[in-house]
């Protein structure tokens, strides 16, 4: 679904059935299972049971948390090979090798016109990334990115 206009304050995606959904489920997996143990605990019994519960809800935790950083690095780096194509077609030159893949990532947004000179000003006044997209007048959309 395209934005006709992104900008700064819509640029930004969820996906509801991870970042809502699952992200409540994890939590409630893992606090139900800190309350199993406890109860286990003080009960004094079948303790192992509630052990394993919590042990799962941590490798599910961590299954959560790779299923999300996994696939963000690659965009990552398809986004830095992108731009600096793209900076390469408009200016004959590399990315500076001072940019940051963040800061990279931030520049996607940028429109041609000012690609370049928004380029090295990030990397000659280390812009952090949300320096770089408040700075941007034009926005290019960016409709992939979750």
């Not at 006709?4 to 994890?26: A, D, E, G, M, S």
Request: aromatic share 10%; charged share 20%.
């Amino acid at each position: 679904m395209s934005h006709p206009y992104q900008n700064y304050k819509n640029h930004r995606r969820i996906h509801p059935l991870f970042h809502v959904v699952l992200t409540l489920l994890t939590a409630g997996l893992f606090i139900s299972a800190i309350v199993e143990l406890v109860r286990s605990l003080n009960a004094g019994n079948q303790i192992f049971p509630a052990v394993l519960f919590l042990m799962s809800s941590i490798m599910f935790i961590v299954i959560f948390l790779l299923v999300r950083s996994y696939p963000l690095k690659a965009q990552d780096r398809a986004i830095r090979a992108e731009e600096n194509l793209r900076h390469f077609v408009l200016t004959q030159k590399l990315l500076d090798p001072r940019l940051s893949t963040k800061q990279i990532v931030a520049l996607r947004f940028a429109s041609d016109d000012e690609f370049p000179s928004l380029c090295n000003k990030a990397a000659a006044d280390q812009l952090s990334p949300d320096a770089i997209k408040k700075s941007i007048q034009k926005w290019r959309d960016d409709d992939y990115r979750i």
